[in-house]
């Protein structure tokens, strides 16, 4: 498994836009080949940060799969416009868990 970690400011008055947007676009996800599934959590110290964490089987069903495919074409239409800048994205994988 593959967690993606999308790290994001939201242009200030947008984030309950955001939050929805996000929230409209879980079928879009759920669509995906290899998507497992998605939260989103929002910066305390800074509300205007926000981080996606999304779980994918493999690094490829996000990045050959989900990121060439008209899903995430139908993901940047809903939430692009609330962005300060480009999302910030890695990718990891468990090590060590509790």
């Known amino acids: 498994m593959v967690l993606e970690i ?3 400011e939201i242009k200030p008055g947008l984030e309950q836009e955001f939050e929805q947007a996000v929230q409209a676009s879980l079928p879009i996800f759920r ?3 290899g998507f ?3 939260s989103l959590q929002r910066g ?3 509300p205007a940060r926000y981080r996606v964490l999304l ?3 493999t690094l490829e069903d996000h990045t050959e799969g989900f990121r060439k495919s008209e899903g995430f074409q139908q993901w940047r239409q809903l939430v692009g416009h609330c962005f300060v800048d480009a999302p ?3 990718h990891s ?3 060590v868990q509790s």
Do not use: F, G, T
């Open 93 to 95: 994988v468990c090590v």
């Open 36 to 38: 497992i599934d998605l």
């Open 31 to 33: 669509k995906a080949p």
């Open 55 to 57: 779980r994918w089987k």
């Open 6 to 8: 999308a790290d994001m």
């Open 44 to 46: 305390i110290e800074n």
């Open 88 to 90: 910030h994205v890695d």
